[in-house]
């Protein structure tokens, strides 16, 4: 089940994806069209054998595409993709999201600060379906889905194999620690109407369904909104099987494909006057909002020193959330103050020096905050966190009061995965109390010498000892050992396993 530290309350925007387009940005658009029909075209001929077959296809192919890239009167469409990259952007460089303050906060197309913001997303937008293959792919798949019948390999069973491959790509992207943006594709949708959103876990159950963990941002989440979106999936049928944030009357998921993302720099310096600083109706209070967590600020002296202004506070639209611990990597110190604490669980877990600070990330990712806040996150990190010091490939979970050593890949799992496990210096976890190991460890034995035993008796000598027998090598019964490790008597933890190498039977 892995799922990448990614809080959409926090890594996505809080304004939906909902805009208005001027005449040179639907013109901007419209001019992407000739270039992608040509490729689009030939990549569907590429699954037509017969040449005559296709050489009737390819007009009306091109007809049908240039149908739909049309754009329509409508002057409201979609920043999917310009708003899953910029995000991602941030995230990967560490630097805070400007995300606005409530559904409605889009940054306007012209005057102030916010222009530089809905330029950025404008131009990634353009990227996506450029650089990113977006368009020309979905304007491909719209194709196989709509004009070629299955009888010549296409319609939703082609998107169904295209998808299983898709589905391989994007959990290599997820193992790796990258979230990955991907373009949706629906029945019943022209190409424009079609969705990007980026993904950041799935689960995998085995059986030709699982699902993925999304940032969709046509379901902005509020911030204190911590839950995630998911898209469900079935390969099973003949047909993908699917469910998504973004579905609506009169069309389903068909088919989805990983984005050539790349990433670009974000401008920095955003987020204070965009989103930064909250101030909600119940609460006079004034409060910054960094790596998932809500911190008071004392006054306009302080808000000062944190490179806002008063007018740079701004109303979200829900109502004050509890109070919400950093969220898991983030680096945080107190403006007047010189320790840096990473966060893992909630939990403070102080870096001991810059060596230290450039392992998990360096200055740049170290977010500022006001004076005398930080005090509010101590104590032991969240149930069901997993730990692991730098240097020291045991894994803890933390239950209870006390952190205990998983000693196997199943139990790991059990918690979320290896992607789960969080890392911190070297020596911090001798302050949180240790239970018993999962499973216990048991007894230490010694091992038998079962050197020149056949394998009959090897065996029963290895069990009787405690230890699970391995025989490597081929040999027929009476195939004497001829190496073991560990070696003979050697202290061992009973239950290991002891692997002996035959000699051939001749």
């Not at 009888?151 to 295209?162: I, P």
């Not at 091992?447 to 000598?461: E, H, M, Y």
Request: net charge neutral.
């Amino acid at each position: 089940m892995p799922t990448l530290a990614w809080r959409s309350d926090v890594d996505g925007f809080a304004f939906s994806n909902s805009w208005s387009l001027d005449t040179t940005e639907r013109a901007g658009l419209a001019a992407l069209a000739p270039g992608v029909i040509p490729a689009a075209v030939g990549a569907v001929g590429l699954i037509i054998p017969d040449p005559i077959t296709l050489a009737v296809l390819a007009g009306t192919l091109t007809v049908a595409a240039q149908g739909y890239l049309a754009l329509g009167p409508s002057p409201a469409i979609g920043l999917c993709g310009g708003m899953a990259y910029t995000s991602l952007d941030h995230w990967r460089a560490k630097t805070p999201l400007p995300r606005g303050a409530n559904a409605g906060d889009q940054p306007a197309r012209a005057g102030g600060a916010p222009t530089t913001l809905r330029n950025v997303i404008w131009q990634r937008l353009l990227d996506s379906l450029t650089f990113g293959g977006v368009l020309q792919r979905t304007l491909e798949w719209s194709l196989l889905l709509n004009q070629i019948p299955a009888w010549l390999g296409g319609g939703a069973g082609r998107l169904l194999s295209n998808t299983r491959t898709e589905w391989s790509v994007l959990k290599s992207h997820i193992d790796a620690g990258q979230p990955w943006p991907i373009g949706l594709i629906y029945s019943g949708r022209d190409v424009w109407d079609q969705h990007q959103v980026l993904v950041y876990g799935y689960e995998d159950n085995g059986d030709g369904t699982g699902l993925m963990r999304v940032y969709d941002p046509n379901s902005p989440h509020q911030y204190g909104e911590t839950g995630d979106d998911v898209i469900t999936l079935n390969f099973n049928g003949s047909a993908l099987v699917a469910t998504s944030p973004s579905d609506q009357p009169g069309g389903t998921l068909v088919g989805f494909f990983c984005s050539d993302y790349a990433f670009t720099p974000p401008p920095p310096g955003l987020a204070p006057g965009y989103g930064q600083f909250l101030r909600w109706t119940s609460d006079p209070r004034t409060f910054m909002v960094a790596e998932g967590a809500r911190l008071p600020v004392s006054g306009t002296t302080e808000l000062a020193a944190l490179g806002a202004t008063p007018a740079d506070v701004r109303m979200p639209g829900v109502a004050l959330p509890a109070g919400l611990r950093p969220r898991n990597g983030a680096l945080l110190r107190e403006r007047s103050a010189a320790p840096v604490f990473l966060y893992a669980g909630g939990a403070p877990f102080q870096i001991p020096d810059p060596d230290w600070l450039m392992r998990f990330g360096g200055w740049e990712a170290v977010r500022v905050v006001p004076d005398a806040t930080l005090a509010a996150f101590t104590g032991l990190p969240a149930q069901g966190t997993l730990l692991r010091e730098w240097s020291d490939a045991r894994i803890y979970v933390i239950q209870g009061s006390q952190r205990q050593w998983l000693r196997t890949g199943t139990g790991v799992a059990q918690f979320g995965g290896f992607q789960a496990v969080r890392v911190v210096p070297d020596g911090a976890l001798a302050a949180l109390p240790e239970g018993p190991a999962i499973p216990p460890v048991r007894p230490s034995a010694i091992v038998p010498d079962v050197r020149g035993q056949v394998r009959r008796d090897a065996d029963k000598a290895v069990r009787s000892a405690g230890f699970v027998p391995q025989f490597l090598g081929r040999g027929g019964p009476l195939a004497e050992v001829a190496t073991q490790n560990p070696a003979a008597g050697a202290s061992a933890e009973q239950g290991s396993i002891v692997r002996m190498t035959l000699r051939i039977d001749i």
